[in-house]
């Protein structure tokens, strides 16, 4: 990731992988809790991949079996600097800002999650399109315990993705949903030992690259656009997949591959 005289990132380790850009929250310290350092630096992440689409993947911490230490995705927001925090801001919404900018990149994210994902740290998972953990993945919003709530996407996101029901045992009552939990819900579309988790993220970006990648821009959009906005949104952006070069080059090695 071209930083052209930016500062060196501090609270996340980030490698570029040409088709893909893969994040690692760091501050092991504290579980990867979510500080104002780190919400700056995801927003210079979402610049560049807003700038130069890829894919992105963010994790966590892996565990250390030769230590015994285990994974973890994130704690939360950081309750030290959360503490402090008064009226405007919250109204500044420091973290829904940057978890829905994350959400809507032009390109697929994908949240890898071992051990803890808790408050922001559940949070900013909802804002990926897939989400990869391990059983021993714990996810909740425990805010209410702390006298505030989940404002940074879960009272709507979490609806969405496993209903109502669900979602109010996690923010209403404090649920914590373990691995193996979130896939029956189907917040984790898959759910695979730490050590798979590499290969497993590995795959789905695999797949997700070998599709053309405006085709893959434009669905997503498309995908989040409001139930009004269809079918004319859907017309339009199929108007403009016709009229592109990749169109004509898959679909003819596809009938070339057919009639061999």
Known sequence: MASRGAPPFSTLRVTDRDDHLEVRLH???VRNAIDQAMVDELL???????????????????????????GVFASGADIAQLRERRRDDALAGINSGVFDRIAKLPMPV?????????????????????????PEVRLG???????????AGATWRLKELVG??????????????SGE??????????????????????????????????????????FHTPREAHPVIDTLAQAVLFESEAKFERMQAFLDRKSK
């Open 44 to 70: 210079r992440v979402c610049a560049e991949l807003e700038a130069r689409p890829r894919i992105l993947v963010i994790a966590g911490t892996p565990g250390d079996p030769a230590t015994g230490a285990r």
């Open 141 to 151: 919003n425990p805010e209410t315990g702390l006298g505030i709530m989940a404002a």
């Open 181 to 222: 939990e979130c896939l029956a819900v189907g917040l984790l579309s898959e759910l695979r030992p730490a050590a798979e988790l590499v290969a497993a993220t590995s795959a789905l970006v695999a797949r997700i690259a070998a599709q053309d990648p405006l085709a893959v821009r434009l669905s997503k959009s498309v």
């Open 110 to 134: 994908i949240a890898v999650l071992d051990g803890h994902a808790l408050g922001g740290g559940a949070e900013l998972a909802y804002a990926a399109d897939f989400r990869i953990g391990t």
């Open 27 to 29: 501050r092991p310290a």
């Open 164 to 177: 109502e029901s669900v979602a109010k045992q996690i923010i209403l009552a404090g649920r914590v949903l």
